[in-house]
């Protein structure tokens, strides 16, 4: 990298714009963060909403609430909603922000185009929701559209679908973006194996989005035209095949859950070492395991669909591969034990999400470790086994990484310090409901429970109950959440550059707030702050 | 490429037009395909709006580039831009061909009878006999006839490599800044883009209307159809992009060196060329 990522802004036009038109055709990462940001605080509410539906008629055995077409759309709605409005934004905002800060480059490599990734969303989300409001309803065949269920609902299919490939094209474009900037911005010095592991796990997520959106697509372009042109993709009497869909989706599916959890890893990893003082054990091994989990991810996909019927032989390779992930996921966890081992060690409250997040994510990862033993997934399968498993990978593994992220770098978007004692408060609730919340599932899983139903046998009430009271008290407690960065929005103790004692690395050179354009002259990357190592090989 | 920094513009106003085009575009594509009576209208008015954005982002980028506000660092961008690009569209195709090999390796033979405990063969179409070309147990669609590969889509084949050549030519004309052979041999692609497009029309007139072959003819008929379909769309996108190319060179656009949007066109091409290889080894010879 020489120094022609030396930045020309192009402010000559006039004034930067105020008001609304300021975010409308902003091209700066930190303002398109900002909104990436937002959109994704407001998914998650109201995807947490219809999370409340589900709990609330879950509640107590019988029907009493919502029609079970509604609680179907219900939990198809939530699982989109949630995936990508929330998760997934709420990462590539934070890539927005944080990459090229931690890179030393002067805005992403295509200012333009991040607009537009960001800008689509909204739409996409109004399609998506509006579908609600229909006189047929919103999909209800779950967010995996499975057909021939999915081919059997109202109007709602053609706005899902398309609002889906809206989503894809901003997915698309907001990874190819992350990864010009990546390959391209880096300042001087910055080589790869001295960028913040948050870079390098967003470098990998990238691309596993650009290898697999596009899968996506074309599955739901099959469904329409399943629907709407005749064609017999999934269609057994015209020689198609219902469970080519699956395995088309879970091609798709499975490298997504990863999406979804790589950055996470990357702001974990980012965290613990700040926190312990002490560079981060095992950084090589860190980004080899990250790539290894992201290339075993291509070739496990058919363990969501055991149950169909496939060869033994198939069986067999899907279960082992599966298997083979708990290794590099092992090694992390490993690493991050050991970044802590005879740290000096403070528990600001990053630090406990991060901290939660290795703990219950593990959970999470054991559970799916049992979930690939193909007899014993014959029994789990499309139970609330399945649905412990994920929300301990998604809401304590990515949403409490997210989560950390906002804490940890909220003081270096806004220059004040959050409220902690309110942030601990935020945790320690948090932490306490999400297991009351999704604990008791594994057990009425293995007790036989399937997912996607409003109904149950009353055996099973008891350990409803308690799940229901944990997802209202856990729903209700991310008010806090949205309060605390209200109010460090709004003031509070002034921040320094450097924030937080043990941090390491670029953004924690410039000060705090950031301005608005950092690096447009690139820094010469030094030894030392370049990642959490204290000394270069 | 003169400027030694990094353009970064204040702001953008293309992205929100293009949003708001795709949103109505697709609005309106909902509608229609649920028989909605606004949905072509709010469809067209959708589509003119992405293509003026298109336009007028392109002609501010070129204008940018032209006044040489773009460096080799923002030149790179744009590579590593349209490198995953490409990439995104060959995984998209990668679903499709995914597709078409699952139904011939697998679905059809097991409906067939093959394997064990695939029960649809016994319980359902205990008659069925897996072949390839097949319109499924149910005979969806009629009677219908294929189309052999070695006819018409291996001229196109044909059609096609050359226009690669061709392509080539023109790019050693324009890395000696030959603006006259550039032209001409950019019109030679063009033109033998448009008659690929025009035998590929034909055919499916042809497919239709004589050998009884639609989208709606079993799995054979989706996966044709759905790949040869696809494909023809991105050739008539590369066409687009081949023809607002060869303009900018008459209007002298490009230099020996920089000639990147060039390039990117000629990529674009040989993606689509690549793609038409497998499709004529898979869906037309095997
Ligand atoms: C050691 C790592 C993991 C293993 C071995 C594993 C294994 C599995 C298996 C076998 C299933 C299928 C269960 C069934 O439907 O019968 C499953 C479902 C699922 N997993 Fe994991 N998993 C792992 C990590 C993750 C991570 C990191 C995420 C996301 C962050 C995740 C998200 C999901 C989701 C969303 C589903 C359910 C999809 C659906 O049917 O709707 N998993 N997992
Ligand atoms: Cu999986």
């Known amino acids: ?537 | 490429m003169g400027q030694s920094s990094y353009f970064v513009p204040a702001t953008a106003k293309w992205p929100i037009v293009g949003t708001v085009g795709m949103f109505i575009m697709m609005i309106g594509a909902a509608n229609w395909l649920n028989a909605g009576p606004t949905g072509p209208w709010l469809f067209a008015i959708g589509g003119a709006i992405v293509i003026a954005m298109v336009f007028g982002w392109f002609g501010d980028v070129i204008r940018e580039s032209r006044a040489n506000l773009y460096n080799s660092a923002v030149d790179a961008s744009f590579r590593q831009g349209m490198i995953w690009f490409i990439f995104s569209e060959v995984m998209f195709f990668a679903a499709f061909f995914g597709a078409l090999f699952y139904a011939r390796i697998l679905a059809v033979p097991w409906l067939g009878g093959e394997g064990t405990g695939a029960m649809t063969h016994e319980l359902l179409w205990p008659g069925f006999e897996a072949a390839w070309p097949t319109h499924g147990p149910a005979e969806l669609g009629g009677d219908f006839q294929t189309i052999p590969g070695f006819g018409l889509p291996l001229i196109n084949t044909l059609i096609l490599l050359t226009s690669g050549v061709t392509l080539t030519i023109a790019h050693w004309a324009l890395k000696k800044e030959q603006r006259g052979p550039l032209v001409f041999w950019m019109f030679v692609t063009i033109l033998l883009a448009c008659l690929f497009l025009s035998i590929q029309s034909y055919e499916y007139v042809h497919a239709y209307r004589d050998l009884g072959l639609t989208l709606g003819s079993g799995i054979y008929g989706s996966t044709f159809f759905m790949l040869t379909g696809f494909h023809g769309v991105h050739v008539v996108i590369g066409t687009i992009m081949l023809i607002v190319i060869a303009i900018r060179c008459m209007m002298g656009h490009f230099s020996k060196k920089n000639h990147f949007g060039w390039e990117a066109a000629a990529w674009y091409w040989h993606f689509v060329d690549v793609v038409w290889l497998g499709l004529f080894i898979f869906v037309y010879v095997v």
């Not at chain 1, 081919?151 to 398309?162: D, E, H, K, P, T």
């Not at chain 1, 993709?233 to 979804?260: C, S």
């Not at chain 1, 924690?508 to 270069?536: G, M």
């Open chain 1, 1 to 537: 990298m020489s120094n022609t990522t030396t930045a020309h802004h192009d402010d000559h036009h006039g004034e930067h714009p105020t008001g609304l038109a300021r975010w409308v055709f902003s091209t700066n990462h930190k303002e398109i963060g900002t909104l990436y940001l937002v959109f994704s605080l407001a998914m998650f509410l109201v995807g947490g909403a219809m999370a409340l539906v589900i709990r609330a008629e879950l509640f107590a055995p019988g029907l009493q609430l919502v029609n079970p077409e509604f609680f179907n759309q219900m939990t198809t709605m939530h699982a989109l909603v949630m995936i990508f409005g929330a998760v997934m934004p709420a990462f590539v905002g934070l890539a927005n922000w944080m990459v090229p800060m931690m890179i030393g480059a002067p805005d992403m490599a295509l200012p333009r185009m991040n607009n537009w990734s960001f800008w689509i969303l909204p739409f996409a989300f109004t399609m998506l929701l509006a579908t609600l409001f229909m006189p047929s309803g919103a999909p209800a065949a779950g967010w995996t559209l499975y057909p021939p269920l999915s081919l059997q609902g109202g109007n709602s299919l053609a706005f899902v679908i398309l609002a889906i490939h809206l989503m894809g094209i901003s997915s698309i474009m907001g990874a190819i973006n992350i990864i010009a900037t990546i390959l391209n911005m880096r300042a001087p010095g910055m080589t790869l194996l001295r960028m913040p592991l948050f870079v390098w796990t967003w470098l990998i997520t990238a691309f596993l989005l650009i290898a697999v959106m596009p899968v996506l697509a074309g599955a739901v372009t099959m469904l329409l035209t399943d629907r709407f042109f005749g064609t017999s993709f999934f269609n057994a009497a015209g020689g198609g095949d219902p469970v080519l869909y699956q395995h088309i989706f879970w091609f798709f599916g499975h490298p997504e859950v990863y999406i979804l959890i790589l950055p996470a890893f990357g702001i974990v990893s980012e965290i613990i070492p700040t926190f312990s003082r002490k560079p981060l054990f095992g950084y090589t091994s860190m980004v080899y395991a990250t790539a290894s989990i992201a290339f075993l991810s291509f070739i496990v996909w058919a363990h969501h669909m055991f149950t169909v019927g496939m060869p033994l032989g198939a069986m067999l390779f899907f279960m082992y591969a599966t298997m083979v992930i708990a290794v590099p996921t092992g090694v992390k966890i490993f690493n991050w034990i050991a970044t802590m081992w005879r740290g000096s060690m403070t528990f600001e409250t990053p630090m406990l999400f991060a901290l939660g997040f290795v703990v219950l994510f593990t959970i999470g990862g054991l559970s799916g470790v049992m979930l690939a033993i193909v007899p014993a997934n014959f029994q789990y399968h499309d139970t609330y086994f399945v649905v412990a498993h994920f929300h301990y990978v998604l809401v304590t593994g990515a949403v409490f990484a997210i989560m950390a992220a906002v804490y940890y770098w909220l003081p270096k978007w806004t220059g004040h310090m959050y409220d902690e004692k309110l942030g601990k408060i935020h945790f320690w609730w948090s932490t306490i409901w999400v297991n009351v919340l999704f604990f008791p599932q594994h057990y009425l899983g293995l007790a036989g429970m399937p997912r996607r139903i409003p109904d149950y046998a009353v055996q099973f009430t008891e350990f409803n109950m308690i799940s229901s009271i944990g997802g209202f008290m856990y729903g209700f407690g991310q008010l806090l959440f949205v309060y605390i960065i209200w109010k460090c929005v709004r003031g509070g103790e002034k921040a320094t550059a450097q924030v937080w004692e043990g941090a390491r690395g670029l953004e924690w050179t410039v000060p705090s707030p950031a301005p608005l354009h950092t690096f447009d002259t690139p820094p010469l990357v030094e030894d030392n702050v370049a990642v959490h190592r204290d000394r270069l090989t």
